[in-house]
């Protein structure tokens, strides 16, 4: 099919293009209150095409994209290159080059199960094991998808990726009896997985502690105190943070003057024995090799000890601004600190298990959120606390943050075990 | 863009018709929806512009119910040489080798119906080059504008068509929804701010006539927000505008009486049917006939036709919404609430147009009853969660009012949090202004987004701000 569409668009004189090739195959089974209620399997070929037109002698270039979202004749094609093309020359933007291949070449990371849905029920049942008669998963919702993409354009990029992954939304759910607070003796927390591979042993230690956290979630009390105090964050709270940090210093953000931070500005004002951070960003596992315009990936450092070290970002305004495409990437690493994990926590502070979201907003400089669970550590004893939020500066919180020296690792990010900040407010 | 019902749909109909035939015995309940959505989408910055069209939701779906459960098979290809394929992939998921015990699903007969709906543009069908020179213009009105260093304006058409077959059921609809954005970005002395602004109406002439409108609003907010602090956390009086009332309308009870969430024992809502959860000057209703806007279909992914739920009465929980499948485990008559992503993914409960019902007060009068709080405006983002009714929603910006008047100093982020009912039970003031917005997407956890709209008048309440 991809010869079919470039026969065409070379026949309408279009010499500079991008086509993608989407081939995906995803089985699912949905249970409720641990009992199976729906199974699926979906199978899509799709295809995504951008037509650019060099216009004004090489200084603009034109582009309109389109999708085939299913098998259409020749003629449907080439009403849809045509109606691209005039679109295309009222779409303009600074002349930039499209990405230069290196030829064809393929990047694997898949694993393949021989009866789907069958291996869906046992990691499900992997789950509903680590049950008992009042802790259990309301909710769970496991997705097996399988990804060929194949990403072609007029300059040589031919690159494949074959992928896969087993993701399980899990919803870990508490009842008991809690006189005191009618409105609490049914809880429930929010847990996502994704699995590179088929693990059972991380998928039942995963299960194991989602249903331990939602126990602690009953267990919590409301927190009876304001003020300030010192907050752990860790996981994907982590990440978050991380990420929004950065983000301000795409390509994009720089062209658009969404930030004025050069390369060798001071980002993060550390005082003395915090961590300094240093984040890279990387491709995600073998498969993900090449960005959406045929960048091949490689690691870039963004924040060298808290300095900005890079800028990031796609092809088009990377032209723009001189500077070398690093493509699109969301895996981050963050490096690890100083202290260990007990030394971290020596001190009175709060660790989050779980919020309604992480809410950091580099631009008003802000960082809080809802908490549904956390441990409070008065410093002797520590028990389970919610019902509370936690906010404060984004610029002071890093100012005096500190990184464990013990590390986790997710389909997404590295980054250190636990991030203390200091000083948030506690209403 | 299409301007009517999808062709290739039509064109599908009797592929469909004859995969329903094949099956329709075989199975207790057979329904197949295709779907054909393409979304054109224009959009012009200070530097550049571009067009596309997305039509990755463009597929058919089959449902079976056997032994207690229902299977899906989704593909984007199917023909008449398919179909023994087809027949095959579905009878592969219902003899899938499932050991888990299975939830006893059993769907009522549907009732028999055979409709064609339509809602197209109101007034002319602009073409690509009219809208990109309409967005030109309106971003060239923020060059005039102080402290602006970018700006960008998108123009958005959704084209929905949708065919549902059951053995009861042949329904059609074409829905046609045009809307647009705008941005700004100000800078000052080492400081960037961004605000953005949304206009939708049924004709594509009016959203582009009112854009311009927003220019200077959109710009004098994003100035504004480079002065703007981060709110004191404490208890505050607040006025919420018509955004934040709508954002609290669907992250307090709208996720809380979705009712496959009763099913999984997922919502506290489900024992408080028929008790007071709300101050008695609130009502809230949602539906896709209960206003027009973004998600103001005809029927819904499961072939129901559009409903209007009241969900609070003057303060008492009535009811929830649900799809088929909620409504048939609990015995209720479905809302017209299900809802999938796209043609690839499941049916769920969903939101649609939530909001509170107007009262009778004056937001001037509203203001003037605050001695130290805040108006409260512009929706961020929020979470739910339907078991123990905690609730967070984030406003871009508040506006402070001291005695009973606004000072002009504007804080942000303003993040909400508390107890759903403490908030709602708080409501003293309701006004008679109302407003809906469209330009929300709404997941189900962090998954499954669908377009909503949700709004209301301005509400007088106490919340915590942290």
Known sequence: MIRRIEKILKAKGVDKYKITEINEEKYEAYYSLQKLEATRNTESLTYEVTVYLALNDNKMLGSASFNLPYNMTISQIEKKVDEAIASAKIAVAPYYELVEGVGRKTFKDSFAFENPLAEIDKVANIFFKEASENKKFNSLEVFYKQLTLRLVNSKGVDYKKISSVLEVEAIPSYDGIKQEDPSNQKVELYKYYKYPTLDKEKIQKDAKEALADVEKRFKAKKIDFNGNMNVILRDSDLNQLIGNLISLYSYNAVFSKATDKKIGDVIQDAKRGADKLTVTLMPSSKANRFDSDGVLLEKVVILDKGVLASYFGNNQYAQYLGLKPTGNMRYKKLEKGKKTAEELKQEPHIEIISLSGIQVDPYADYIGGEVRLANYFDGEKSYPIFGFSFSGSLTESLKEITLSKETTKATDYEMPRYALLKDLNIL | ?466
């Open chain 2, 1 to 466: 863009m299409q301007k009517s019902f999808s062709k290739y749909l039509k064109s599908k109909k009797p592929v469909m018709a004859s995969l329903l035939e094949r099956l329709k015995d075989k199975y207790e309940h057979v329904g197949i929806l295709g779907t054909d959505t393409l979304t054109t989408v224009c959009y012009v910055d200070y530097h550049s512009s571009n067009v596309g069209e997305d039509s990755n939701d463009c597929g058919f779906v089959i449902k079976v119910v056997h032994d207690g459960i229902y299977s899906e098979y989704a593909t984007n290809e199917l023909t008449m040489r398919r179909l023994d394929k087809i027949e095959e992939k579905i009878d592969e998921l219902v003899k899938a080798n499932m050991k888990t015990k299975k939830v006893g699903l059993k769907l009522a007969e549907e009732e028999k119906l055979t409709k064609s709906f339509s809602r197209k543009n109101k007034g002319k069908y602009l073409n690509k080059e009219e809208i990109i020179t309409a967005l030109k213009e309106t971003v060239d009105l923020f060059k005039q504008e102080e402290k602006i260093v970018h700006a960008g304006a998108r123009f958005m058409v959704e084209e929905i068509s949708k065919v549902y077959l059951s053995k009861n059921k042949d329904l059609e609809q074409y829905y046609f929804f045009p809307s647009a954005f705008i941005y700004s970005v100000a800078a000052d002395q080492g400081k960037t701010q961004m605000f953005y602004n949304s206009v939708d109406d049924i004709s594509m002439s009016k959203v582009l006539k009112e854009l311009p409108k927003k220019v200077k609003e959109t710009a004098s907010v994003a100035r504004e927000l480079l002065v703007a602090e981060n709110p004191e956390p404490g208890i505050y009086d607040v006025i919420t505008a018509p955004s934040i009332t709508g954002l609290i309308a669907h992250e307090a009870f709208g996720h809380g009486v979705e009712m496959d969430q009763f099913v999984k024992d997922r919502a506290l809502g489900k024992e408080y049917i028929d008790k007071p959860v709300a101050s008695d000057l609130v009502s809230m209703r949602d539906g896709a006939a209960s206003c027009f806007a973004i998600a103001s279909y005809f029927f819904d992914d499961d072939g129901v036709l559009a409903g209007d739920t009241l969900v609070i009465d003057k303060g008492i929980l009535k009811t929830g919404i649900s799809d088929v499948n909620a409504a048939s485990m609990l015995g209720t008559k479905p809302t017209g609430n299900g809802r999938r992503q796209a043609y690839d993914h499941k049916t769920y409960t969903r939101m649609t147009n939530t909001f509170f019902e107007p009262g009778k007060d004056k937001l001037k009068d509203m203001i003037k009853s605050i001695e130290d709080g805040y108006l409260i405006d512009v929706t961020n983002n929020g979470m739910e969660d339907p078991k123990n009714w905690q609730i967070q929603c984030t406003a871009t910006i508040g506006r402070e009012i001291k005695n009973g008047k606004l000072t002009g100093k504007v804080v942000s982020p303003v993040i909400m949090s508390g107890y759903v009912i403490d908030l709602l039970k708080s409501i003293s003031a309701v006004s008679d202004d109302f407003k809906v917005n469209s330009g929300g997407s709404c997941g189900k956890g962090y998954k499954e987004w669908v377009r909503v709209s949700d709004g209301g008048p301005y509400l007088k309440a106490k919340v915590k701000i942290g």
